[in-house]
């Protein structure tokens, strides 16, 4: 577990993000089966209900598992948001998750910052959520966040990095965001999605050159590189031979010369950008 102001954010967890049916069922069973206790989901998944049968299915107890959802633009309003966040409660069959995210800026500015971060605040106090967030926000309105409900209530920014795509700018304002004086204090985590470029790493050399080096994968590598920095990951996959690869990152340092390598990857090649919910990128 990663120490941020407000409670603890699992540094390893499991994606879902487009995966449906019958395949994020098997996914996430698979997963909780080979050791996973952190799934990540979204309303515009369209998956909460499969994640919930495969919870339930798997006998692994609610209290030791860490959930998260997204809400979705639509739901920003104040009088939809809670409605919204319960709907998805009974989606994943349990009466709180452990961290709701704003998915992405509200497009045009449509709901302000504001309303939702206030009403996502006004759901943890009903219990609903044990903590907050946001994603895909940049410096602005990250600061827009802090002004609603102060920098101690936002868990994370959830955000596209990785090797190609370091997004440092706004790491480093997280992480800044700290109780002045505080021991310990990482400001507001950072968690990574898509740190595996949609498998774009697998085949970089530089990377394999290192994995080599460590008898890893590529992914392991990549993976292991992000949770160095101090950054959570929620790597998703189908087969399981890979969900359980995936997991053994944990057990891997990489050398301060390899984080240099890593580190000399960055080329600012954003993958996720769409239109009209994407923010002026920092």
């Known amino acids: 577990m990663t120490t941020t102001n407000n409670a603890s954010i699992p540094a390893f967890g499991l994606g879902t993000f487009r995966l449906k049916g019958q395949v994020v069922i098997d996914s996430v069973k698979n997963g909780l089966d080979v050791g996973y206790r952190v799934i990540d989901t979204a309303q515009i998944y369209g998956n909460e209900a499969e994640v919930g049968q495969a919870i339930a299915e798997s006998g692994v107890a609610r209290s030791d598992l860490f959930i998260t959802t997204k809400i979705w633009t639509d739901n920003y309003a104040k009088a939809k948001l809670v409605p919204s966040l319960k709907d ?71 955000i596209e990095l990785h090797p190609y795509l370091q997004n440092r700018k706004v790491a480093e304002f997280a992480k800044s965001q700290g109780s002045q004086g505080s021991q310990g204090s990482q400001g507001i985590h950072i968690t990574s999605y898509m740190t595996l470029a949609y498998g774009k790493v697998i085949a970089d050399p530089v990377i394999e050159a290192i994995a080599k080096a460590h008898n890893a994968t590529t992914a392991q590598v990549t993976l292991a590189w992000a949770m160095q920095l101090g950054y959570a990951v929620i790597p998703s996959s189908t087969k399981r031979a890979n969900l359980e690869g995936n997991l053994k990152a944990q057990q891997l340092r990489l050398t301060d010369a390899e984080m240099a390598q890593m580190a000399a990857l960055d080329r600012g090649e954003r993958l996720t950008d769409p239109a009209g919910l994407s923010p002026a990128w920092d």
């Open 88 to 158: 998805s409660l009974a989606k994943l069959r349990t009466d709180h998750v452990d961290l709701t995210l704003i998915h992405w800026p509200s497009p045009g500015n449509a709901v302000s910052v504001a309303e939702f971060m206030g009403a996502l605040a006004e759901a943890k106090a009903a219990g609903l959520t044990k903590r907050i967030g946001v994603s895909n926000f940049n410096i602005a309105l990250m600061k827009e966040a802090i002004a609603a409900v102060g920098a101690e209530n936002i868990a994370t920014n959830q």
